[in-house]
């Protein structure tokens, strides 16, 4: 594809319009929105009379703020998640959620904890903590399957299959249905981290048969670093399980102050401290984006954008010594792209430093591209294959220093 191809995709691009409702400065080419996404317009004013009211109100503005985690969740679910009212609660980090997920499943059926070893951290880190875990290894770009899964299944006792619907480093997405059916036959739940596509791909939580999830909002949500994550509990299950942080917002008569817990029936026993408002105002107004959008439209322009950089990589890239660490398959693809090379560290640095390109990097050796189709151009896209080769051609890359740091 030449540039000029590149600029007519996006003179025809029905979603064109939306980069101009987000703060873009500077010429730098953004390529990390798949860990922070950009400060949309809309969420300045929306804070500002959050802001407002917190001045003029104080303390009584809680008459309309106190339901916000369970509005703004279904907000989600209709818009983003797949599920159904009264099933998405916005409240507290993806780790703290997915503790409180796992071990609540953990305490309805003890057992192992089941997932892959290129998992996201937190997850593997988390469920390490609650008991007796079973990491198996997958496919380093295409992810887990479900037959990794069921051989994993075959061994053990399960409580809980833990899966990413993205997988963080390659951006492989995951069979959840098949996943999800594993799970079942083996008289486990499935948890399900669509942190990485909530926002940018059907992620259908209903239909794929998903029992409990967790997801962050600071990506394709744009709702800002430090953004509340968000929580799913299958509506069947709400009351068999009980949240292993006891908190006042989620207790019955919550102003009585009781000296007794006693949850709420519902999703809302899965509260626990005092909710987020300011950050629970950025997460409405991003999910408000991707309804205004339409997740479909999302999922077939983010496609065309990682298949420009697939094709790209192999004309321009491969013959520097790179190799694609993202599927083929576009409907395997989600919303990055990662390409892989033995000195990606100093490449990804060089782009900041050097090349006004800023993606990530993800050890040993990935290099993530992050196309997020709300305010990424196809010439974006363009540009960013070709500044990385013509680093990597001149050796400019070469320059930079090697040392880690503590942020990649």
Not at 153 to 169: E, N, T
């Amino acid at each position: 594809m030449t540039r000029a191809e590149a600029e007519s995709l996006d003179r025809a691009d029905p979603l064109a319009r939306f980069r101009e409702r987000f703060v873009i400065e500077g010429p730098v080419i953004y390529a990390d929105g798949n860990s922070l996404g950009r400060l949309p317009e809309a969420a300045i004013e929306r804070l500002g009379k959050v802001v407002d009211a917190w001045g003029s109100r104080l303390v009584t503005a809680w008459h309309e703020w106190i339901d916000r985690p369970m509005e703004v969740g279904d907000l989600l679910a209709d818009a983003v998640l797949g599920a159904n009212p009264g099933e998405v609660l916005v409240c507290d980090s993806t780790t703290v959620n997915l503790f409180k997920l796992a071990a609540a499943a953990l305490a309805r059926r003890p057992g192992a904890l089941i997932t892959d070893a290129d998992n996201f951290p937190t997850d593997r880190y988390v469920l390490e903590g609650l008991g007796e875990l079973v990491v198996f290894d997958a496919d380093p770009t295409d992810g887990p399957t479900a037959d990794d899964f069921g051989r994993a299944c075959a061994k053990h006792d399960v409580s809980v299959l833990c899966v990413s619907h993205v997988a963080y480093r390659s951006g492989a997405l995951a069979d959840v249905r098949a996943i999800a059916d594993v799970a079942h036959d083996a008289g486990a739940l499935v948890l399900l981290d669509v942190s990485h596509s909530a926002g940018v791909a059907p992620v259908e939580l209903e239909a794929a048969g998903v029992d409990l999830a967790v997801g962050c909002t600071y990506k394709y949500l744009n709702a800002g670093p430090g953004s509340p994550a968000f929580l799913y509990v299958r509506t069947a299950l709400q009351d068999e399980l009980r949240s292993p942080i006891w908190g006042w917002f989620g207790q019955r008569e919550q102003f009585a102050m009781g000296p007794v817990y006693d949850p709420v029936p519902g999703i809302g026993r899965f509260l626990a401290g005092t909710p987020p408002i300011l950050g629970l105002a950025a997460v409405e107004v991003g999910a408000e984006l991707v309804r205004e959008a339409g997740i479909e439209a999302l999922r077939r322009k983010s496609a065309a954008l990682t298949e420009l950089v697939v094709g790209m990589h192999d004309e321009r890239l491969a013959p520097l010594g790179f190799e694609l660490g993202t599927p083929r398959n576009p409907e395997r693809r989600a919303g990055h792209v990662s390409i892989r090379h033995a000195d990606g560290w100093r490449i990804c640095r060089a782009l900041i430093d050097r090349a006004d390109v800023v993606p990530d990097f993800r050890a040993p050796d990935s290099i993530r591209l992050g196309l997020p189709p709300l305010y990424t151009r196809f010439v974006d896209a363009w540009d960013i294959v070709d500044r990385l080769a013509l680093l990597v051609e001149s050796g400019e890359h070469e320059l930079v220093e090697a040392a880690p740091a503590r942020v990649t």
